[in-house]
C-alpha cells in the first residue's frame, strides 16, 4: 500500500456496464469511500439544463454556473450516496436520460472538465476510494493501483438501463435506449479531450451475462491481490 496518498481502486466504463452498482458494493465491503464521478458530470449538466439557454453551445456560461453552484456528496451505507446541487437532493432528477444525455455533452467540454478535476482528486482520502467513471483510471487517478474497466455488449446495457428505469417508475422504451447507448458510447470514446477507454495498465472485464456479485467478486479478488492484508 502507497505510504504517501490513500490506495485508490478505479472503475471505468460505458453507461449501463454496471460500473456503479459494482463500485457501491465494492466501497460498502472494503469499507472506502466513494466518488461517482457519474453523478457529479450529472449535476453540473443539471444545473446547466436548468439555467443556460442553449448549454450545449454556450460552454463559457456552463463553467460559470458550474463555478457557481455548490454540488455535496453525502455517503450512504447501503445506498447510493445523496447528492445535493445547491443544497437541493437532486438524486431522481440525475437518473432521467435527458439529465444523462446532457452530461455527456458537458462532460466534452474542456474547461469543465478541468474545473471538475481537483474536486474529483480531493475525495481520495484514508482508509481508501473507489472511484467510479469514464476516465478515473486513464485521467484522474491515473496513479491508482487497481485499474477495472467494464463493459457488456450495447443489448445488454440497455435491458439493464431499461430494467433500473422502469423500476423507478420512468416511463422508456428498449429501442429508444439502444440508440441513446450507442449514441453516448461514440460521442464519449471519440471526444478529444479523455476519450472512454481502458488505462494501458487497466483490466478489462466484459460483464455480459455475469450477475453483478459476481463481478463484485472478480473485483475484490483483484484488490485482495494488490493488498493481501
Avoid at 23 to 44: F, K, N, P, Q, T
Amino acid at each position: 500500500m502507497p505510504t504517501n496518498f490513500p490506495p485508490v481502486l478505479t472503475i471505468d466504463g460505458p453507461s449501463g456496464s454496471g460500473k456503479g452498482t459494482v463500485a457501491r458494493e465494492c466501497a460498502r465491503v472494503l469499507g472506502w469511500h466513494l466518488l461517482d464521478s457519474g453523478a457529479l458530470y450529472r449535476a453540473v449538466a443539471l444545473a446547466a439544463l436548468r439555467h443556460v439557454k442553449n448549454y450545449a453551445e454556450n460552454e463559457a456560461l456552463v463553467l460559470d454556473r458550474l463555478l457557481h453552484s455548490r454540488v455535496e456528496f453525502i455517503d450512504r451505507i447501503n445506498d447510493e450516496p445523496l447528492v445535493l446541487l445547491d443544497g437541493e437532493d437532486v438524486g431522481p432528477a440525475l437518473r432521467t436520460e435527458t439529465c444523462a444525455a446532457a452530461a455527456s455533452t458537458v462532460a466534452a467540454m474542456p474547461s469543465v472538465r478541468a474545473a471538475l478535476l481537483q474536486k474529483q482528486r480531493d475525495f481520495r482520502r484514508y482508509p481508501g476510494l473507489v472511484a467510479d467513471g469514464r476516465d478515473m483510471g486513464t485521467v484522474v487517478f491515473n496513479d491508482a493501483e487497481v485499474k477495472i474497466f467494464l463493459t457488456a455488449s450495447a443489448e445488454e446495457r440497455a435491458h439493464r438501463r431499461y430494467k433500473q428505469l422502469n423500476d423507478k417508475g420512468f416511463v422508456v422504451t428498449l429501442p429508444g435506449l439502444l440508440d441513446e447507448i450507442r449514441l453516448r458510447d461514440e460521442r464519449d470514446s471519440n471526444r478529444s479531450i479523455a476519450p472512454l477507454k481502458p488505462a494501458t495498465d487497466g483490466i478489462v472485464i466484459d460483464s455480459t451475462g455475469m450477475a453483478p456479485q459476481e463481478v463484485v467478486e472478480k473485483v475484490l479478488e483483484l484488490v485482495k491481490e494488490k493488498w493481501p492484508s
